[in-house]
């Protein structure tokens, strides 16, 4: 079997497969991981929330009914950890600080486009300083759920089915996000936007 | 506020990668795979349910504010906006609960009708629910007379039907008055009441003939009793069930008939008395009241009618007389008791009330404080009272015991007094302040 669907591995998995799970590992860890990193901030902790959510799977490998797909499953189990590990901190930041590891990532991805202009890198910063801060700013609802669709690219009825609500409702939230958010930013001087 | 450049939301969130691990030194993505199911692999069986169930379950997100208006949002498929809310992992909100629209109401009212109507019209004077229309109505049909007609808890109207709840004739007759004794009585005079109509009722020449016979044996019978001058037979059914008790424990020796009542029919009562006194308080008075009712039958009519054997006096004076007899025995228990909790007698108070000892020491404390004047501290006292209300003992703390002033304080607390009670003594603390 040369590329074996999701549904497979687990299928193989269940059975004891312990290398059809690492290729189920292979293939969802970095979406996860990256799903993982915006809801918790932190590369440390998305790598931990990452490791559990596969370990977690595994032990409830035997519960995947294959109602949905195995990549929504993991979704759902990856968003239950993240929303544990913000929940868990006792202090939250009132503001993103300088340092947040998801600056430097966006700056890494639109550096390129920029040039080595030092005014245009100074205001990406600030304007991925103020998207940071923003979005942190919504509400858990609808920060996860403006992560999993507009950063994580997952489909309205797919995040419906992550998140366990309708579609019309994943839409509502998504608009919800992007209304706060623009106005967030707008009132920081980022007002315009290019269709 | 000034726009400082023109961006791409969608797009600027859509290539939003995240930290590359790798790029710190990190392991590579097959390392950590690696790491992974080693861990998976390891930790396979430690998972506890309740953990796996929460974790795979929709994550616990809070609905927005308005959330529920995104009627407008279902794009690809849309969901009834009732659902909405039940989505699991979603609370509830209270404005989001199912309301019966109109259409609905005015569905079920005619839903309401339409059984209604199909129902009997006797059962549609009450108008519950559909639901439990039919079973109560079965059961106020079928059985009138021993179910309630209304069921209680249930859907109700209210009305009860006279008709329905109709008790049996012997029931409604035969309920004697209020107290034990007579409830006690009951079951004997309850053949009487029954068995007296018979013969009358009948019409006929034997019924006449044995109303002779009965209005023979009952003057017979206060003849009798009036010859043997005896005590009048009590007219209440209490003093005849306590005597009939008593015939029991001393082996008959009062020729009292308490109960024979029914004896004076001998077709239904000689059935009927034995099985209304098999209940368990009477076994003892039963068989005694048959045996005198065996014996003779003449006091059946005395008991029936007492008055006319004579010598019973005018009703004030029977009432006074049993009245009488049962105080009796009531005052003298009162009287024993007394003493042994107290020995004062009466209806003393256990204690004084607070307010009575308050009154009495308020009434002393002026005097005591006199002889505390100008200390620096306060001074205590325990004052006991006797029984009799006067002070028996008084002792003296604090300031005043150590300056020897406790004989003055003394002196003025000693003319307290409360009312008499029954304890033995009774203790106030007395703080007194200069």
Known sequence: ?195 | MKPRDQFGLDALLGRWPAQDPQEHGGPTWDERADKIVAAALSLKDAGSPGVLDALTAAPPLDPEPGEADSAGFEVIAPAPVIERPSAPGLARKPSDAKRPSLKELAARASQAEATRASMPPAARSSAPPPATVTPITKARSSSPGTARASSPGREDSGVLRLADVAPPAAEATAKPAGDKAAEKAAPVIQPAAVAAPAPGGAGSRTGLWAGAAIALMGIAAAAAMFLNNKPPPRTDVVADAKPTAAVVTTAAPQPEPPAPVASADPSPAATDAPQAGDTPPDVGATPSATAVASADVKPAAATKDPAKGGKVGTLDEEMKKAVGANDLPTAPQDDGSKPAAGGSGGNLPEQPSQGNAQAAIRSVLGAARACVSGAPDPSSASVTFSSSGSVQSVSVGGWAAANGKSGCVKSALQGAHVSPFARPSYTVPVTIRP
């Open chain 1, 1 to 195: 079997m040369a590329n074996p669907t999701d549904r497979e591995l687990v299928a193989q998995a269940k059975s004891g497969d312990s290398a059809a799970f690492g290729m189920l590992v292979r293939r969802h860890q970095r979406r996860i991981f990256r799903l993982a990193f915006h809801l918790v901030r932190t590369g440390a902790e998305a790598e931990d929330v990452t490791q559990e959510t596969f370990v977690r799977a595994y032990q409830a490998l035997d519960r995947f009914d294959g109602r949905s797909e195995p990549f929504t499953w993991l979704y759902r189990i990856a968003v239950n950890l993240s929303l544990n590990t913000i929940r868990s901190r006792k202090a939250t930041r009132d503001s993103t600080p300088s340092d947040d590891p998801r600056i430097e990532a966006l700056l890494t991805e639109t550096r390129p486009s920029q040039g080595n202009d030092p005014a245009a890198i100074t205001q990406q910063k600030e304007l991925a300083a103020a998207l940071c801060d923003g979005i942190d700013k919504l509400s858990d609802t609808l920060r996860t759920t403006l992560i999993l669709v507009c950063i994580d690219g997952v489909g309205h009825d797919e995040a419906s089915r992550i998140l366990g609500c309708p579609e019309g409702t994943v839409a509502w939230r998504v608009h919800e996000a992007r209304r706060k958010l623009r106005e967030y930013l707008a009132d920081r001087g980022f007002g315009g936007e290019a269709g």
